[in-house]
Structures are given as C-alpha cells and as structure tokens.
C-alpha cells in the first residue's frame, strides 16, 4: 500500500497569517492516465470530510481561494494563505492513484 | 444539492452481522462510484471500499477483505455496505462517498462490542 506522511501533525496559527501543510507519498502517484489523484479534505470538529482540492491543485466548488495545492511526483503541499477562524480541524492528504486509496495521519490546525 | 443519508449502525457483538445503507439523491446515481471510509473514534481516516458504476469493479482494504461486500441498486439510488464477522477493531463511524470522495455523508455509527 501506498504509505501517505504529513508533516507537521500539529500547526498552531495565527489569525491572518499562512499556512502550509506536507504531504508526501511512499511512491511516485503519478496515475498511468497521466492525472496526479491528490486530495485534500478538511474535517471540522464534530463533522463528516470535505474535500477542497483535487488532482493536486483543483479547488473544489465553494472553497475559498485562499486555500491551494501544490507539488508533483511524490510530495504535495496545501497552503491556506491567510488563516480564518473556520479553518480550525484536521486536514488530510489522500491518494487515490493505486488501490488501495490510502489518507495520511492528518494535520490538526488550531489557532495560537 | 448532493445528499448521501448513511443508516444501519448499530450495537453489534463480535462475530455479527450489519448491513449499511446510504441513500443518494442531488446527482445521477447510476453513473458514478461509490465509496464507504470509516473513522474509529478519535482516529483518521481509513478507505474501506469503492463500488464503479456501470458494472464495474468492487474494491476492498485488506481489514474487510471477505467479510465486507459492498452493493448498489440503481433503481433506488442506494449503496450498501454488508458486513459480517465483525470485530471490535471495525468499531467506526462509517461515511458514505459519492465517487472517490467529493461528497459525504453524515456517517453511522457501528460499535461492535460484547
């Protein structure tokens, strides 16, 4: 199975200001398609997961802009640019190149 | 609006047998894959199964593998979840997907415990 990492496990924010999280895969999740099958998902506290990007860098409908994706190959990062309130929960990277579809340990964000 | 309603958790012992529902509506059922991922308490999130659409392929995690069988009926826009030879480690709250991950339920909680 594809091994998916986050660092860190833990992000303090501040209000207003960046930040990113890491994501990287045991192996290339390069799809023979041609398509690179990366996703995010944000949990809230207390709710089911939603996905904010796909395919790498592909916002969902209804995310806001400030949150993107980025990176190829084997090592992805989501980057909130300035942080809001509602952005507190765990966010998960998640493979779904090679069966068996596989979510890193999550990164919990909460505010300073 | 896609809506996914999971349903069928419950209290169950050890070597028992559930089965799970999940009602679609918002979107065209029949043509898209379907997924369950469950989430033990206080832990991530694991992928269990994916159904394809269109007669396509059934997808298992190797935990669930010959105990679990995932189904769909088109006709009433419904995925399903069978599990038997349950354990305590299967103890999660088990959401419902449409396709690989864009939409989920609320999840229904299964607790399997003597």
């Known amino acids: 199975d594809v091994v998916m990492t986050q660092s860190p496990l833990s992000l303090p924010v501040t209000l207003g200001q960046p930040a990113s999280i890491s994501c990287r895969s045991s192996q290339s999740l390069v799809h023979s398609d041609g398509n690179t099958y990366l996703n995010w998902f944000q949990q809230r506290p207390g709710q089911s997961p939603r996905r904010l990007i796909y395919k790498v860098s592909n916002r969902d409908s209804g995310v806001p802009d400030r949150f993107s994706g980025s990176g190829s190959g084997t090592d992805f990062t989501l980057t909130i640019s300035r942080v809001e309130a509602e952005d507190v929960g765990v966010y998960y990277c998640?493979?779904?190149?090679?069966?068996?579809?596989?979510f890193g340990p999550g990164t919990k964000v909460d505010i300073k | 609006e896609v809506q996914l309603l999971e349903s069928g958790g419950g209290l169950v012992q050890p070597g028992g047998s559930l089965r799970l529902s999940c009602a679609a509506s918002g979107f065209m059922f029949s043509s898209f894959a379907m997924s369950w991922v469950r989430q033990a308490p206080g832990k991530g999130l694991e992928w269990v199964s994916t159904?394809?659409?269109?007669?396509?392929?059934?997808y298992y995690s190797d935990s669930v593998k010959g105990r679990f069988t995932i189904s769909r009926d088109d006709s009433k826009n419904t995925v399903y979840l069978q599990m038997h030879g349950l354990r305590a480690e299967d103890t999660a709250l088990y959401y419902c997907?449409?396709?690989?991950?864009?939409?989920w339920g609320q999840g229904t909680m299964v607790t399997v415990s003597s």
């Open positions: 998640m493979q779904g190149t090679h069966w068996l579809f596989t």
């Open positions: 997907g449409k396709d690989y991950g864009d939409n």
């Open positions: 159904l394809r659409c269109c007669g396509g392929s059934t």
